[in-house]
């Protein structure tokens, strides 16, 4: 899950299994959301978003969910792999304003 | 396309040196972002851009000033740098400020002594 502090969360998953990331966002006004994935000495990359009037959202390896009652996002990647190692932070955007931007959670993919 | 650039990739310099941090964007993206990352923080927006000749203030413009005169560049200055301003610098550009994703640079590592 998310925390502030100088120390990312981290989650260390086997190769194989499911991860599920969890953040806890700010404004109960917030309609859209963004998971973005940042390997280590590059910019962010997106992978899924939400909007509010959806509670989940399925790609490719990877399932977010949305729960407005207790504000707050979950990513879910089936079958993690070595590539999946990165920070994983969420974004929510209260419609017209700026993006606010979650800190991370490290997950590690252990062989 | 190479998406969004950044230039430099690295840079240390004196406090109270100055430097100018250059974004190019080739998707003719109107609007435009410059944020910091701290470790354990979030990214916090600096200044952002809707559109050529125009730009704002973002959560935490003091110490930087920037421009966009033309549309698929933002440039990101810091007149005199503080050791407060070490950080990385991330550009970002997206379609529509509301409800779009937004297009980050590989960012630039700035070392302030």
């Known amino acids: 899950g998310e925390s502030v502090g100088l120390h990312l969360p981290t989650l260390s998953v086997q190769e194989g299994d499911n991860s599920i990331i969890n953040c806890a966002y700010s404004?109960?006004?917030?309609?859209?959301f963004i998971w973005y994935k940042q390997e280590s000495g590059k910019g962010p990359q997106f992978i899924i978003d939400?909007?509010?009037?959806?509670d989940k959202r399925q790609g490719q390896r990877v399932t977010v969910l949305l729960n407005k009652t207790v504000k707050h996002l979950s990513l879910q990647i089936a079958a993690t792999q070595p590539g999946d190692s990165a920070v994983y932070f969420c974004a929510e955007n209260n419609y017209g304003q700026n993006f606010v931007f979650g800190p991370g959670t490290r997950l590690s993919v252990l062989p | 396309n190479a998406g969004v650039t950044q230039t430099p990739k690295f840079r240390v310099l004196k406090t109270g040196q100055s430097m100018t941090l250059l974004c190019a964007q080739d998707?003719?993206?109107?609007?435009m972002y410059w944020y910091r990352q701290d470790p354990g923080m979030g990214l916090r927006l600096i200044h952002y851009?809707?559109?050529?000749?125009?730009?704002a203030k973002g959560e935490v413009p003091d110490g930087y000033n920037v421009s966009r005169l033309k549309k698929q560049n933002f440039l990101l200055g810091l007149e005199s740098a503080a050791p407060s301003q070490t950080s990385v610098y991330f550009c970002?550009?997206?379609?529509?400020?509301?409800?779009?994703?937004?297009?980050f640079g590989p960012g630039t590592r700035l070392l302030v002594l």
């Open positions: 851009s809707v559109g050529e000749g125009t730009t």
């Open positions: 970002a550009s997206s379609f529509q400020i509301r409800r779009q994703t937004q297009y």
């Open positions: 998707m003719n993206h109107e609007y």
């Open positions: 404004n109960s006004a917030s309609d859209y």
């Open positions: 939400i909007r509010s009037n959806m």
